[in-house]
């Protein structure tokens, strides 16, 4: 697609991810409708749980500061829409550690098998959580953003 000069940048941007079906309700927030399907599993531990939390509290800081900010930081057009995925993209690393998970209960396998699987899912949807609040927290502490 040819842009109008000036808006090449928009070629360097990443595809837009757009959140499946299954995330588009109760809420119209794709974010807390992953949130509402973590929170629904029956197995997953507190420490899990306390991620999830973190995810949740953290991703709704970085909409507020970038609400704050995008008006008034200079960021330029580029950038902006750079930082305005990032929740997205963070949303759907979340959920495809989670659709890992929850796809073990439909596998045939013995049941230490499943468990193990279970296991390595679940610590992978642990990670993905907490590389997630990590990077909400980098990003909004950044002050080279101004720039």
């Known amino acids: 697609?040819?842009?109008?000069?000036?808006?090449?940048?928009?070629?360097?941007?990443?595809?837009?991810?757009?959140?499946?079906?299954?995330?588009?309700?109760?809420t119209p927030y794709p974010e807390v409708n992953l949130t509402i399907?973590?929170?629904?599993?029956?197995?997953?531990?507190?420490?899990?749980?306390?991620?999830?939390?973190?995810?949740?509290?953290?991703e709704a800081l970085y909409d507020m500061w970038f609400i704050e900010n995008v008006e008034s930081a200079g960021w330029g057009m580029?950038?902006?829409?750079?930082?305005?995925?990032?929740?997205?993209?963070?949303?759907r690393v979340i959920y495809e550690a989670w659709r890992v998970l929850d796809s073990i209960s439909t596998l045939e396998?013995?049941?230490?098998?499943l468990l193990e699987q279970r296991v390595s899912a679940t610590?992978?949807?642990r990670a993905a959580l907490e590389e997630s609040?990590?990077?909400?927290?980098?990003i909004r502490s950044d002050n080279s953003l101004a720039s």
């Open 123 to 125: 610590a992978a949807l």
């Open 78 to 91: 580029k950038k902006a829409a750079q930082l305005r995925e990032v929740p997205m993209e963070q949303t």
């Open 133 to 138: 609040e990590r990077q909400f927290i980098r």
């Open 37 to 58: 399907q973590l929170l629904s599993c029956e197995f997953l531990g507190f420490d899990v749980r306390v991620a999830i939390g973190r995810f949740v509290t953290q």
């Open 1 to 26: 697609m040819t842009r109008p000069p000036g808006w090449e940048w928009l070629d360097d941007l990443p595809d837009e991810w757009e959140a499946p079906s299954d995330l588009q309700g109760p």
């Open 109 to 113: 396998a013995p049941n230490d098998v």
